[in-house]
């Protein structure tokens, strides 16, 4: 019940609007230079770059990149802040973390062109900067990756071809760890209905595109396009390596070119999911900023309107050097919270001297590490969901929504199916 095929998903959304007769305008572009009007602390219109104006009383930026936010002049986050901003212990720069598995661990692959000689330079995808000290902040991003939809069923089976500007050099490490033994190739390709796999990153060089990704979430909607570009060939370069590169093993290859690109999914766009997963982007520095200490239970929340409980997750955000002169990744953690834990209203709310009526239940405000649980979609859908009574309520009561008597809101959140406190029975 909880697997499905994203034309369904699709499908769902696409009801829901026709159902309840919500106008959606779409293929929409804020102009970020020039298109918000502020009025007295508050957002007083927006206009895209098509020209159109949209004028309101209340404004929810739910983009993960967070651009009406920015482009508003509220103060928020790129990248991952060091351990001592919030006292934390998962935040910041994680040399020498391994968790999960996505690293290269005690296999000593040599990141050089003549292994072992580095002096014949390195090799693609491998960062020559000092990756920093472990616990420090930096302005780097947990890499992105596009989630593909897969199938072995021959009827609904396209092949992997070979993409444009594909370049067999950029995955020469792939081969160092499949020599070194490395055999988790399939591992993520997560089985959903009618035959189909969700596939997501798995090991030490897969579907996430390390370190690729650093200008995206502050990048004009032109570099954003580009990155993603780079992103997509690079993956479906991936593919098409497997499935055809001579020093791929046989058994491995043999299997790769039994799976293609489910034919019957994202068919306006080449069979290939439009959006890709951004991990995460800018975030809100706002009336409240949710941390580890939240999500472990160390520190109480005020004002919940919503709940989330999925692992403090980050996927790699560097790939280096060592000191002994072997590749790592760096940055992909993982850390459970015992029970599921309340996310403040103030974590959706820009301090009020900054905006006093628009809500970010995306781009919330959040350390990079508590982030890495709250970024999941449910989750988003659920501060979604309590964004827009918030919205509601501020507009018939005629008050800022700093103003809000929280009381209130709870009821109203409960009374539509919120849950904001953790019952163990």
Known sequence: ???????????????????????????????????????????A?????????????????????????????????????????YNEEWNGIQVGVLHHGHHFGKRNISPYTIPGDSSSGVLPRISTSNPGKKGDGDNQV????????????????????????????QYELLVRILEDG??????????????????????????????????????????????????ETYQ???????????RIPTDLQIEMNKWGLAKDEFTDNGNWPFQIYVRESRRLIGEFVMTENELLGKQKVSNPIGMGSYTMDSHNTQRYITPEGYVQNEGDIGIHPEQPYQIAMGSIIPKKEECRNLLVPVAVSSSHIAYGSIRMEPVFMIIGQSSGIIASMSIEKNRDIHELDYNEIKLKLIKEGQILIYNKE
């Not at 919500?22 to 007295?40: A, C, H, P, S, T």
């Not at 947990?142 to 067999?168: G, H, I, W």
């Not at 479906?236 to 390596?241: A, D, I, P, Q």
């Open 1 to 43: 019940m909880w697997i499905f095929e994203p034309s369904v998903a699709e499908q769902i959304f696409e009801d829901f609007v026709k159902e309840n007769n919500i106008r959606v305008d779409k293929d929409r572009w804020l102009d970020r230079e020039n298109g918000i009007e502020m009025n007295n602390g508050k957002i």
């Open 45 to 85: 219109s927006i206009t895209m770059l098509n020209g159109k104006t949209y004028k309101g009383k209340i404004f929810i930026d739910a983009t993960y990149e967070g651009d009406l936010m920015a482009a508003a002049g509220v103060n928020y986050r790129v990248g991952r802040e060091a351990n001592s901003v």
């Open 142 to 169: 947990q890499s992105y990756c596009y989630r593909m939809c897969l199938t072995k069923l021959e009827a609904n089976r396209v092949p992997f071809k070979r993409p444009k500007n594909y370049d067999s050099t």
């Open 182 to 231: 490395w055999n988790e190739t399939f591992d993520k390709f997560d089985p959903i209905p009618n035959y189909k796999t969700d596939v997501n990153n798995h090991g030490p060089f897969s579907f996430d595109n390390i370190g690729m990704n650093y200008d995206y979430p502050e990048a004009t909607y032109e570099r954003r396009l580009e990155i993603t570009k780079e992103h």
């Open 236 to 246: 479906k370069g991936l593919l098409y390596f497997y499935a055809t590169d001579s």
